[in-house]
């Protein structure tokens, strides 16, 4: 969602902030703008549209060392000229860009009205702006104004401030929406995450809640309610951010093919001579917990699906919650219950959220997956674990997903510490390495289907839950209609959906649900239905449409899923849509 830079110093800030929202692209948007001070000058330019097009808005030659940069994704109305940001306060004073939401700016709104103020978009950044204005009509200071407008917003915010008379400082704040500062050497950064900042800073400071301040050429100023904070830096690998497309059209089917090397990387980083490394802490209380329950939304929701699974395996009691749902209702089924949190972004807001919540109960540990080092949910739970999956750009996860099940593999197999299993999942590499050279078959049954209205997957037990994932991919960049069935519901109600020529996608990779799906196939065809059947050679007959090698049931899915991204990326591909940035969506979901 919304994206944030924001630069001071040496460095020219028309080319780190057109750059930076460039690196911010895949979060989605659907408008771009930026602000830098010359002297006494605030210049802002905004385009509905792409970063592209507010590049050609903006004159090449403008020498400007201070600046901040958005890019919009709408939540308080919609997208157009007047709601892009930055957005200034009535006297000018004030100028700034938002992440965030927030949720009593109706009420601060009317109070403004009141008092004489004008708004010219619908959103609630522009209260903001205007009650930094009004903040700091009262105290005549830059850094109270932030404090106090911290205290009268509710809601999620990361800001980036210019304020009109100062055109060496940048002032920032951040709640609930993430925002890093990067240290370069005569020049600091702001930014939504590390991927705009990497080239340039060397070393990063996670921002935590309810903290303000300002950056300039030379310092850096942290406050948290009038109190000095001392900075905390970190690192980041810059391996790890690469977004170069390596020759690849897409950053998805890149991301699709780099699933081996991260499967590795995995490994690489867990397991040390043959003995697991997690953290032993972590292990332990796994170990001691009868009852683990995941939290997650989308795609981490199906991986978790697959973790249940697992730890059901080794006599656990789990559960898998939707972060939006357990925010609402949550639910503790034992006093030992530990909660695994399950995000890519790791800023999802919704499972923030859930986290939040239990970290006031005190009593039940959490442990947070997530691909982004310094992320909130990183940095929040009792424990947590990364993916080593090297930056996500397409806003459809695919490498994310399988990690986050490998991830989950390694993890049930630390707690009954089978040394086996590494071994197991790496060998799974020569099986994703054949999918890849078989590609070209996914491409020739996306033809098939790609005039398709609606789409079907079944699937049995760990096969129903790559179907849940694989419907989801098709119908996020395909825009394809798509519905996951276990085999065994289709009669009791989603048959009625069966025309002829309706595409449904079945998979078969375990014996013992073999006849069962066998069964549900044939109930499609009877209806006209087109069965595309992927399925293991044990389990093969005549006919069906791709075979796999037999394999570990378990590991299965790292395989099975591959094909699903493929189909998925292919039907978007031949229906000419937007592959990397499918409409509406957003990369990194912050808000709630
Ligand atoms: O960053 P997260 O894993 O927490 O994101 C959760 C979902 O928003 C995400 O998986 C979404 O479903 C993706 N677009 C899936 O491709």
Redo the contacts with the bound molecule.
């Keep these: 969602m919304c994206g944030i830079v924001g630069i001071v110093g040496d460095y020219d800030a028309r080319n780190y902030l057109i750059n930076g929202l460039k690196s911010l692209e895949y979060r989605g948007y659907d408008s771009a703008g930026i602000s830098v001070m010359s002297g006494k000058e605030i210049m802002t330019y905004r385009v509905v549209g792409r970063v592209n097009l507010l590049e050609t808005k903006i004159p090449s030659l403008i020498n400007v060392n201070l600046g901040i940069g958005h890019t919009r994704w709408a939540t308080h109305g919609e997208p157009s000229f007047n709601n892009c940001h930055p957005h200034k306060s009535n006297h000018g004073l004030f100028t700034i860009v938002h992440n965030g939401v927030i949720e009593n700016f109706h009420e601060i709104k009317n109070e403004l009205i009141q008092k004489g103020y004008t708004f010219y978009s619908e959103t609630d950044t522009e209260v903001i702006a205007n009650v930094l204005e009004d903040e700091y009509g009262s105290t005549n200071d830059v850094l109270s104004a932030i404090n106090g407008c911290l205290k009268r917003l509710h809601g999620s915010l990361a800001i980036a401030i210019i304020f009109k008379n100062f055109n060496d400082k940048l002032f920032f704040a951040k709640r609930k929406s993430p925002l890093l500062i990067g240290v370069g050497e005569t020049t600091h950064y702001l930014a939504s995450d590390a991927l705009p900042m990497i080239k340039y800073a060397k070393k990063f400071i996670d921002l935590t809640d309810n903290q303000y301040g300002f950056i300039s050429k030379n310092e850096v100023k942290i406050f948290q309610d009038g109190i000095k904070q001392r900075a905390k830096y970190t690192t980041r690998n810059a391996e790890l951010l690469n977004t170069d497309l390596n020759g690849f059209p897409h950053y998805m089917i890149k991301e699709i093919e780099e699933i081996p090397s991260c499967i590795s990387r995995l490994v690489d980083n867990y397991v040390n001579n043959g003995s697991y490394c997690f953290n032993k802490e972590m292990i332990e209380t796994l170990r001691k917990s009868k009852c683990i329950s995941f939290i997650?939304?989308?795609?981490?929701?199906?991986a978790s699906l697959i973790g249940k699974n697992y730890l059901e395996s080794i006599g656990k009691t789990s559960n898998v919650y939707i972060?939006s749902e357990w925010a609402y209702f949550p639910k503790f089924l034992d006093e030992n219950e530990v909660f695994i949190l399950?995000?890519?972004?790791?800023?999802?807001a919704?499972?923030i959220t859930c986290l939040k919540i239990l970290n006031q109960t005190h009593t039940h540990p959490s442990i947070t997956i997530?691909?982004?080092k310094g992320s909130t949910?990183e940095r929040d739970a009792t424990y947590s674990a990364l993916l080593y999956a090297g930056v996500e750009i397409?806003?459809?996860?695919?490498k994310?997903?399988n990690a986050?099940v490998a991830l989950l593999y390694l993890l049930k197999s630390a707690i009954i510490n089978d040394t086996n299993a590494p071994f197991k999942l790496l060998d799974t590499n020569n099986l994703l390495t054949d999918i890849i050279k078989r590609k070209e078959s996914f491409k020739e049954i996306a033809e098939k289907i790609k005039n398709a209205h609606h789409a079907f997957f079944l699937g049995r037990g760990l096969d129903y839950c790559v179907a849940l994932e694989g419907s989801?991919?098709l119908k996020?960049?395909s825009y394809i209609h798509s519905e996951a069935f276990p085999g065994g519901e289709l009669k009791h109600g989603p048959i009625a959906l069966i025309e002829e020529n309706t595409p449904v996608f079945g998979f078969i990779t375990n014996k013992r649900i073999s006849q069962a799906m066998r069964g549900n196939f044939s109930e499609i065809t009877a209806r006209k239905g087109t069965i595309y059947s992927f399925v293991t050679k044990e389990n093969a007959i005549d006919n069906d449409t791709f075979v796999i090698e037999n394999y570990d049931s378990e590991l299965i899915v790292l395989a099975t899923v591959m094909i699903t991204q493929y189909l998925a990326y292919y039907a978007a591909l031949l229906r000419g849509n937007d592959i990397d940035k499918?409409r509406n969506?957003?990369?990194?979901?912050t808000v709630e």
């Design positions: 997650a939304c989308g795609t981490s929701y199906h972060a399950v995000s890519q972004s790791g800023e999802t919704d499972v997530t691909n982004t949910l397409a806003v459809a996860s695919t994310a997903y986050q989801l991919k996020e960049i499918p969506l957003a990369k990194s979901v």
